[in-house]
């Protein structure tokens, strides 16, 4: 992946804090990382992607994570919807969508509803089928990419049961409408969906639906908490660059900040955090490529364990640059915003300290 973190250095640049501001990504950056494989890299190659293990695809992750936490999360996005067709569709919707994903097409996933949001149980979208058709109707709310993606892949009730519809955006009935100014991550592309009456045929439900809305949720989910979690991580190395170079540059008191025992003490802080948040990752990533039945509750321990470090460490990084990073744009100020939005997306930290009590519960 030394190539990838070349393609992606040059088409970021120093240009995210402008994105940012902008609230929008160039499109030709999304098409041209797709282009490359790199939106989804662990889409296998018999279906034309990289095929990377997680541990390579979340290291990468973590790259565009420092970089562009914006851009990370069109990554999570598009990957979650690639995992979510690797396990749920059938073959013949895996050969016509994997291709397409790896390569050409942006993809969306939407779970959210205004009444549904950590308790994805009551979720009312719903879908019927008739004969050969399927309606699609409901309504879902901060879809991240969904304000430029091709294909909203949408959780919705099946009589008693759920599935995932293959939407593509432009199809009569869809209605996308941006959020404005989120806090963070504001170049993503977040969106809110109306379907009404959305007519598509029924080769539309990954899997021919009617699976368990747990099953579909969590499956998704995994991808999404492991992509949060190295995202998380590049989060975190951002801040330690920032802080490690204006406390080893500026001097108050006569010495550099550095060697102001208290300042020490938040770089401290920031190592330990990166550090910590690697060694979980990494963990997770390795019971992802070795099919651990572990690798579940270490993906959420990874998600917990680093969007909490990311949060509270990009706020150290603010205190160390103070006047100098307390400008909307800069890196740290970003990083600040951004890690925030990590302790709610994907399975909030509340969830996930729940889902890890249930674990040590249970387990005994
Ligand atoms: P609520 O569920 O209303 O929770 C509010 C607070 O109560 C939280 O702190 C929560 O942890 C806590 N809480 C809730 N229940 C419990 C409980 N039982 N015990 C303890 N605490 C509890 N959705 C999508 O479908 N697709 C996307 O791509 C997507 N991207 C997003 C990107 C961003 C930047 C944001 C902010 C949101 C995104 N979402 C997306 C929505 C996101 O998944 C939800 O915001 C999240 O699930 C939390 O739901 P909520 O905001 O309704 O909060």
């Known amino acids: 992946p030394a190539d990838a973190a070349t393609v992606v250095a040059r088409l970021v640049g120093d240009r995210a804090g402008d994105w940012d501001r902008a609230g929008r990504l160039p499109a030709e950056v999304v098409r041209e990382l797709n282009a490359a494989g790199l939106l989804a890299p662990q889409i296998p190659t018999g279906y034309g992607g990289p095929g990377w293990s ?3 695809s979340g290291e990468f992750t973590a790259r565009v994570g420092s970089l562009c936490s914006s851009l990370r999360s069109v990554m999570t996005s598009q990957g979650m919807a690639a995992w979510a067709v690797e396990r749920l569709a059938d073959r013949a919707q895996a050969r016509s969508l994997l291709p397409r994903l790896a390569a050409t097409d942006t993809a969306a996933v939407a779970f959210t509803e205004p009444q549904a949001g950590s308790d994805l149980s009551a979720m009312t979208t719903t879908v019927t089928v008739t004969g050969d058709t399927l ?16 294909l909203l892949l949408t959780f919705a009730r099946l009589g008693d049961q759920a599935a995932v519809v293959v939407v593509p955006r432009a199809t009569p009935g869809v209605r996308v409408r941006r ?10 592309g ?20 009617g699976q368990s809305m747990s099953l579909l949720v969590t499956t998704a989910l995994s991808y999404g908490r492991i992509s949060v979690a190295w995202g998380c991580v590049g989060i975190l190395r951002a801040c330690l660059t920032a802080a490690v170079e204006h406390a080893g540059s500026r001097h108050q008191f006569g010495r550099p900040l550095a060697h ?7 770089l401290a802080d920031l190592w330990s ?29 990874a998600k917990y364990v680093s969007a909490r470090h990311a949060a509270r460490a990009a706020a150290d990084a603010v205190q160390v640059l103070a006047s100098a990073g307390a400008v909307d744009g800069h890196p740290v100020a970003r990083a600040y915003r951004d890690a925030k939005l990590m302790e709610i997306i994907e399975g909030s930290t509340e969830m996930c ?11 005994r």
């Open 135 to 150: 309606r699609l109707d409901g309504h879902k709310v901060w879809v991240t990419a969904a304000d430029h993606a091709d």
């Open 190 to 209: 977040h969106a809110d969906v109306w379907f009404d009456a959305v007519r598509l045929p029924t080769s539309s439900l990954l899997g021919a639906g």
């Open 179 to 188: 959020r404005a100014e989120p806090l963070g991550c504001r170049a993503a």
């Open 260 to 266: 102001h025992q208290l300042v020490a003490r938040h």
């Open 54 to 56: 997680s541990l390579d």
């Open 273 to 301: 955090a990166e550090q910590v948040a690697t060694r979980v990752c990494e963990h997770a990533s390795r019971c992802w490529d070795t099919g651990s039945p572990d690798m579940v509750t270490a993906t959420v321990l």
């Open 353 to 363: 300290q729940l889902m890890l009590a249930d674990h040590v519960v249970n387990r």
